[in-house]
Nanobody, 116 residues
């Protein structure tokens, strides 16, 4: 099991930016996993926003492509999500996890609120 702690959420106006960070424990194995950022809006299912392989290959949901950038630092055992040009529909709780996600590894998430 990998303990994951998300941070960096907050309230921002539409068009603004936020940078989320996820710190992982069990650092000896972190670098082997494909990691993802997920989000869950009120009343909706949790969905994958972006993923990054151990080698740095990235993939994005169509809704965030060209606005969000996922990155990782295997030396620091972190995976970040830079979010630009935020929209009200980006409002959600954001989580990091492996991809595919493992239920036991869900953390508390970090809340992102985008006002119009």
């Amino acid at each position: 099991q990998v303990q994951l702690v998300e941070s960096g959420g907050g309230l921002v106006q539409a068009g603004g930016s936020l940078r989320l960070s996820c710190a992982a424990s069990r650092t000896s194995i972190f670098r082997f996993f494909t990691m993802g950022w997920y989000r869950q809006a009120p009343g909706k299912q949790r969905t994958l926003v972006a993923s990054i392989t151990s080698g740095g290959v990235t993939n994005y949901a169509d809704s965030v492509k060209d606005r969000f950038t996922i990155s990782r630092d295997n030396a620091k055992n972190t995976v970040d999500l830079q979010m630009n040009s935020l929209k009200p529909e980006d409002t959600a709780v954001y989580y990091c996890n492996k991809w595919p996600a493992t239920p036991v590894d869900w953390g508390q998430g970090t809340q992102v609120n985008v006002s119009s």
